[in-house]
T-cell receptor, first 110, second 113 residues
């Protein structure tokens, strides 16, 4: 069956460093992947979408890559700040039916 | 533009009862999707409505149902509540069915006792 997986362990990172999260998918080839941020008690907020023919996408301090050979997307937060502390979710799907990974919690230590 | 709103924000029910949750999408958005979020299963897709018709359904029992009105507002209903239905129920709206970004509401926290 199709699976989208994220490492469930929390990532603790020092302020100013780059946080890197991994999203792996198996048994299918998504046309695109999306990344969302979720803060405690709130709904996810869309960050970036990357299509299979795009190797890399950037938005401010965020960067996403998509490697169809490795079946993997990497999400980077450069120059991390305490305000970046949240759970980050990757998702795929079409027609507004998204399948989400379990998410990665990021804690940026001042 | 106002964001997606969901009511109520918190709800406590007992087993066997039924519950109705409401979602108002962003103005102009025609697609509404519902998700259930639990610590164990994460975010799982329930169903999607577009133009008052259910277009997609996730792998949930028939106790979970929904509808969409002509103004795109949507409701979901859970009948015969079980303890395992305790979760955060999230509604997301999109302009169309193109599969692009979804805008999520704050969710309704349902606790079943």
């Amino acid at each position: 069956s199709q699976k989208i997986e994220q490492n469930s362990e929390a990532l603790n990172i020092q302020e100013g460093k780059t946080a890197t999260l991994t999203c792996n998918y198996t048994n299918y080839s998504p046309a695109y992947l999306q990344w969302y941020r979720q803060d405690p008690g709130r709904g996810p907020v869309f960050l970036l979408l990357i299509r299979e023919n795009e190797k890399e996408k950037r938005k401010e301090r965020l960067k996403v890559t998509f490697d169809t050979t490795l079946k993997q997307s990497l999400f980077h937060i450069t120059a991390s700040q305490p305000a970046d502390s949240a759970t980050y979710l990757c998702a795929h799907g079409g027609n507004n039916r998204l399948a989400f990974g379990k998410g990665n919690q990021v804690v940026v230590i001042p | 533009k106002a964001g997606v709103t969901q009511t109520p924000r918190y709800l406590i029910k007992t087993r066997g009862q039924q519950v109705t949750l409401s979602c108002s999408p962003i103005s102009g958005h025609r697609s509404v999707s519902w998700y259930q979020q639990t610590p164990g299963q994460g975010l799982q897709f329930l169903f999607e409505y577009f133009s008052e018709t259910q277009r997609n359904k996730g792998n949930f029992p028939g106790r979970f149902s929904g509808r969409q009105f002509s103004n795109s507002r949507s409701e979901m209903n859970v009948s015969t509540l079980e303890l395992g239905d305790s979760a955060l129920y999230l509604c997301a709206s999109s302009l169309n069915r193109g599969g692009n970004e979804q805008f999520f509401g704050p969710g309704t926290r349902l606790t079943v006792l």
